[in-house]
C-alpha cells in the first residue's frame, strides 16, 4: 500500500472474505498456504498493492478471523447477510469506501495464486474505463476494477454473480487487460484446495 492520497487517483482495494465455506465444512479463510492463513496470504499480496485503503469484508467464521489473520492495515467490515452472496459484501464494503475514491479493485479472499504484478497490469491497462477485467489465456477473470460512475450500480447487485451481470450490461464499456497465464484457481472444494496447493508448489 502506498501513503493515502499520494497517487493521481485514489485507488481502494477489496478483498471478499465473507463466504460460509459450506462445501468445505470448515473456514477455507483459515486453510494453511504459504505458511500462513490463506485470507492472510491474499491480504498480504494485496498489502503489495499500490491502494490508498485497503478493505476487507467478513461474515462467515468472522471470529476466527480476526483471531488468526493478520488484518493489519485493513479495514475489517462485517457483513451479517453473506448468505446473500458476494453481491452483499461488496454492498457492505461500498459504505466504508473513502469518499476520494476513484477506482476500486475487487480480489477474491480464496484466490491466493493472484500477483502484485497482475494488479498493477490491470490498473496500468484500463484507462478510464468504468469497467475492467483480467484477460487470462482460459477466459476473463479475478482481479476486476470498478471506475466510482458505476458504484451505485454495483451497490444493487444480487446474488454471486452479479459483477458477472454489471459486466454483460455494460459489455461495449468494459477494458480487458491480458495477463499471460490461466485464471487463478480459488477455493471452494478439498479438490480446489489440492489443486491451489499443488499449483503453490511448482511456482
Known sequence: MREPGSGERWISGLVLAAGGSKRLGQAKQLLPYGGAPLLGHVLQTARGCPFDELLCVVGGASAEVRRWVDLR??????????GDGCSSSIAAALEHVDDRCDVLVLMLGDQPGVHVATVEALLAGRGDAALAACAYTDGRGHPLTFARSVFGELGDLHGDKGVWKLMDRHADEVVEVAVD????????????????LLAAAHV
Do not use: F, Q
Not at 73 to 82: C, L, P, T
Not at 181 to 196: A, F, G, H, K, Q
Open 181 to 196: 497465464s490461466t485464471i487463478p484457481l480459488d477455493v471452494d472444494t478439498w479438490e480446489d484446495y489440492r489443486r491451489v
Open 73 to 82: 492495515g485493513v479495514e475489517v467490515v462485517e457483513n451479517a447477510h453473506y
